[in-house]
Nanobody, 118 residues
Framework: QVQLVESGGGLVQPGGSARLSCKIF????????KQWYRQAPGKQRELVAT???????YYADSVKGRFTISGDDNERTVYLQMNSLQLEDTAVYYC????????????WGKGTQVTVSL
C-alpha cells in the first residue's frame, strides 16, 4: 500500500518562503515521476513541477525561478521549495507519484494548504 503524506503548508506573507514535504510510505517499483500539483479555489488542478530520475524536468511558467522541486531517496521524501511567494500561489498543494510508463500506477496525497496573505 503506497501512501503520500504532505506537510509544510500554512500561512505565509507575500514575498516569503515555504518548503513543502511529501513523505512516501510503501514501495514504488520501477520509474516514477514525483510531482507537485496545486488547486486554487474555483480553479482546476494544475501541475506545478515534476521530478524525474534525472532531476527536475518541468516547472509551470508561473513558478519558474521561484520554486524548486527536489527529492531525497534515502528519506523517501520529495520537497517543493517555494520562494518569493505571491497571493496567486494560494492553493491546496498535492503530491503525486506516477509511473513513467504505466500511468494507471498513480498515487496522490491528501494535500496541504498554502495561504499567501498579508
Amino acid at each position: 500500500q503506497v501512501q503520500l503524506v504532505e506537510s509544510g503548508g500554512g500561512l505565509v506573507q507575500p514575498g516569503g518562503s515555504a518548503r513543502l514535504s511529501c513523505k512516501i510510505f510503501g514501495d514504488l517499483y520501477g520509474s516514477y515521476f514525483k510531482q507537485w500539483y496545486r488547486q486554487a479555489p474555483g480553479k482546476q488542478r494544475e501541475l506545478v513541477a515534476t521530478l524525474a530520475g534525472v532531476g527536475p524536468v518541468y516547472y509551470a511558467d508561473s513558478v519558474k525561478g521561484r520554486f524548486t522541486i527536489s527529492g531525497d531517496d534515502n528519506e523517501r521524501t520529495v520537497y517543493l521549495q517555494m520562494n518569493s511567494l505571491q497571493l496567486e500561489d494560494t492553493a491546496v498543494y498535492y503530491c503525486n507519484a506516477r509511473h513513467s510508463i504505466y500511468h494507471a500506477l498513480d498515487y496522490w496525497g491528501k494535500g496541504t494548504q498554502v495561504t499567501v496573505s498579508l
